[in-house]
């Protein structure tokens, strides 16, 4: 059988964002710590088996109000906190993400790219002093804006920037010049991706697969170099960023929220290409070190 893939590509939101870069459904996930520790971290996950979008199909109109009404609608029964994500996006931003959307199915497997950028176009227009990231409807980390190197200086500590189809992306030409807040904002919403896209994994066909691992576990990689290249070779911003106890928490909370996330989509091989090459790159020890440094 042929395989049908796809790796995910977001577009341009701002020059300085990327460089082109109810509860219906839902149940609250019970992960416990391991040997008998605190709990692992949990959030409410989309039901098994997943909550049915059939009436949302049959009303599906291809109109602007349509787009929005089923955008919404998927939203609220598969992945409420990404409502607001929605909500926040005009029209013409919906359409941008969803340029084939004349079925529903199409609106339907564009929700991840959906929850992506609205997940920046959220943390756009909520910034003022600091730097709002939000992970649920409940938790909004707020950290100091910083300014620091550029993160393109973590191409000379990457293991294989030739197999790494993101680093063009995000660490390279104008993304590269960008600091370390900016590429905390790529870190959440590829955590949101993952998310999104696991609750509405139904929409992929036969035999594809898509890059929603890989997404996250290249962030979760780029924090760790990010964080190893601060240390050694910029300390005084590596102190700003320790300083900021907002930093540590972000950084923290959205990695337990990767790892739930990744283990709940361990089971579904379709959801990522090259997450086995890019987990071994993330959890090698001399990476790992970096996070677990911040948990002291």
Do not use: K
């Amino acid at each position: 059988m042929s395989m049908a893939s796809s790796f995910v590509r977001y577009g341009c939101l701002l020059p300085f964002l990327a460089a082109c870069g109810g509860e219906a459904g839902v149940t609250m996930g019970t992960d416990g710590g391991a040997d008998g520790g605190p709990p692992a971290y949990s959030e409410p996950v989309c039901a098994e088996p997943l909550a049915s979008l059939a009436d949302l199909a049959m009303a599906y109109q291809n109109t602007p109000e349509g787009l929005r009404a089923a955008a919404q609608g998927i939203a609220d029964r598969r992945y409420p906190i990404g409502r607001a994500f929605v909500d926040f996006q005009t029209d013409m931003q919906l359409q941008a993400w969803n340029q084939r959307r004349s079925t529903f199915n199409e609106v339907l497997s564009n929700f991840e790219v959906t929850i992506h950028e609205g997940q920046h176009l959220w943390d756009i227009r909520m910034r003022s002093s600091t730097w709002p990231y939000r992970l649920r409807d409940d938790l909004v980390i707020r950290t100091q804006v910083l300014r620091n190197f550029n993160r393109s200086e973590i191409l000379r500590v990457h293991t294989d920037v030739a197999s790494d189809s993101y680093a063009r992306v995000y660490l390279m030409g104008a993304s590269g010049m960008q600091g370390f807040n900016t590429l905390l904002d790529e870190y959440t919403a590829y955590v949101h991706s993952l998310a999104s896209r696991y609750c509405t994994r139904d929409s992929l066909g036969a035999g594809q697969r898509i890059s929603s691992r890989d997404g996250i576990l290249t962030l979760m990689y780029y924090v760790e170099l990010y964080l190893r290249v601060a240390r050694t070779d910029h300390p005084e911003d590596y102190q700003a960023i320790l300083a900021d106890p907002e930093h540590r928490r972000l950084i923290l909370t959205n990695w337990d929220r990767a790892e739930f996330w990744l283990r709940l989509s361990e089971p579904y091989p379709q959801l990522g290409l090259r997450d086995a090459m890019l987990r071994g790159w993330t959890y090698n020890p001399e990476n790992i070190m970096e996070i677990e440094r911040l948990r002291r």
